[in-house]
């Protein structure tokens, strides 16, 4: 079984989170992924508009997700990548390079993020139409 590693926020899942979630499956036969927890969050300099266990019930009811465990820092992904002997790591290629420092322990995959979409543009968006 091909094991595929990813992390992020997720916050007002979007399609373009979508679009990275299947596009990960799809390298192999099981997804886990790596949401961060509010804590980590605020480290990030996140606000998020939905708690972790809201954006942890949205993941896990994708049929392409098929483990969702706890991002609490930046230094746990060589250890999560051993514990679950994950044989892809995957990222959108807005962090292309920083995680290449992982491909002694896996594949290190970096995909198209999906233009023009992002939850701090939805955020800025319903501000606009309000006003
Ligand atoms: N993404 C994408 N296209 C978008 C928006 C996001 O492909 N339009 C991808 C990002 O590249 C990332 C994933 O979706 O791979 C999750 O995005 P975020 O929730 O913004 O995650 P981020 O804040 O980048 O956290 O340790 C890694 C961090 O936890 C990543």
């Not at 979630?21 to 939905?50: H, M, P, W």
């Not at 290629?93 to 594949?107: N, R, V």
Request: charged share 30%; net charge neutral.
């Amino acid at each position: 079984m091909k094991k595929i590693l990813t992390y992020g926020t997720f916050d007002l899942l979007h399609y373009g989170h979508i679009n990275l979630l299947q596009r990960a499956k799809a390298l192999g036969d099981y997804l886990i992924v790596g949401l961060s927890t509010d804590e980590f969050n605020a480290v990030k300099g996140k606000q998020c508009y939905f708690p972790y266990d809201e954006r942890r019930k949205m993941l896990e009811a994708l049929r392409c997700v098929d483990l969702v465990i706890p991002e609490n820092c930046w230094a746990q992904k060589e250890s999560d990548i051993r514990e679950f002997k994950v044989d892809v790591f995957v990222m959108g290629d807005d962090w292309k390079g920083k995680f290449d420092f992982l491909d002694k322990h896996c594949e290190v995959v970096y995909l198209p993020r999906t233009p023009e979409i992002s939850t701090t543009q939805i955020k800025k968006d319903i501000v606009n139409k309000k006003n």
